[in-house]
Every structure is written in structure tokens, then in C-alpha cells.
């Protein structure tokens, strides 16, 4: 009777991760505008990960143009890995707003590259039927930071 309780129990776990949305690899594109000196508007593309119900985890890599003092302009790049906490990773309301960390490393002439924190709030809005969820940034990471976003993501979970 004791070996098929342990045996029952050891289902149990799969069981009830069955019962939660999964959350899959979701491509991401952005329009950055990254200030202090020198100030920055960037392309970015890139993949979130899923690491666990509540955590994603965004690698971008991002391509524009640096804006010096002259007014002149030169390509400048970053990549970014900014680990997201989501308070509603399950889609229950409308808007979801998450908090996040990592580290952007940004390469722009004339200056030397090197890794810099990075923090963020977003705020994701509703689904469109196509599976695109639109969402705004701010943060700090090799400056002050703000932009716009679009993730493609499923039905039950952000």
C-alpha cells in the first residue's frame, strides 16, 4: 500500500505543472531612445525566455545611431539581457507590469565598451488577435532609457 502511494506521488508533480499556461520562446522587436552622452535611438531585436511562471528573460541586440554634440551622427549598437519579474504572468488583467535587471553593454564611437546595469519597469497592454502584445519601457543602463515594443507571445501567458 506504501510503495503505491510513493508511486502515485510521484506523478503528482507533473500533473499539476500541467494544469499552468506554459509560456514559450517569443521573438521581440523595439524602438529605443537611450540618453546621456552620448544619446542613442536603436533598432533592437530579440528572443524571450521563459524561466519559470513569473521570470523572462530578454536578449536583444540593438543597431542605430548615436547623436553627438555637433549634431552628427554614427552607428552605434548594444546588446542587452534584462532578466523580467512579471506580477501578472497569466494574462488576468489587462495590463501587465513587470520590474527587471541585467546588464547592457553598449558600443558607441569614440568610447570605450562596457558592461552597464540595467533596470527597467514595463508596462504590456492588451493582446492583439494576431498574437502581438504591445508594451513600454523606462529604465536606467547606459543612461536614462525609454521605448516601445512589440512581443509576440500565446493566449494565457505574457
Known amino acids: 500500500m506504501v510503495l ?6 510521484t ?3 507533473a500533473m499539476l505543472r500541467a494544469q499552468l499556461p506554459r509560456a514559450a520562446v517569443a521573438p521581440e522587436a523595439r524602438l529605443d531612445v537611450i540618453g546621456g552622452r552620448p544619446s542613442s535611438v536603436q ?9 519559470g511562471a513569473y521570470v523572462r528573460v530578454g536578449l536583444l541586440a540593438g543597431l542605430g545611431a548615436t ?6 551622427s554614427r552607428a552605434a549598437g548594444r546588446v542587452d ?3 523580467r519579474f512579471l506580477l501578472d504572468p497569466f494574462r488576468q488583467s489587462r495590463l501587465g507590469l513587470s520590474a527587471g535587471a541585467g546588464v547592457s553593454v553598449r558600443a558607441d564611437p569614440g568610447e570605450r565598451v562596457s558592461p552597464k546595469l540595467l533596470v527597467a519597469l514595463d508596462l504590456e497592454g492588451r493582446r492583439w488577435a494576431n498574437g502581438v502584445t504591445p508594451a513600454l519601457q523606462i529604465g536606467l543602463g547606459g543612461g536614462v ?5 512589440l512581443r509576440w507571445s500565446g493566449r494565457a501567458a505574457r
Request: no cysteine; aromatic share 0%; hydrophobic share 55%.
Open 11 to 13: 506523478g503528482v508533480p
Open 43 to 51: 533598432g533592437a531585436v530579440g528572443l524571450e525566455l521563459p524561466a
Open 145 to 149: 532609457r525609454g521605448g516601445v515594443g
Open 81 to 83: 539581457v534584462l532578466a
Open 4 to 9: 503505491a502511494a510513493l508511486v502515485l506521488l
Open 67 to 72: 547623436v553627438e554634440r555637433a549634431e552628427t
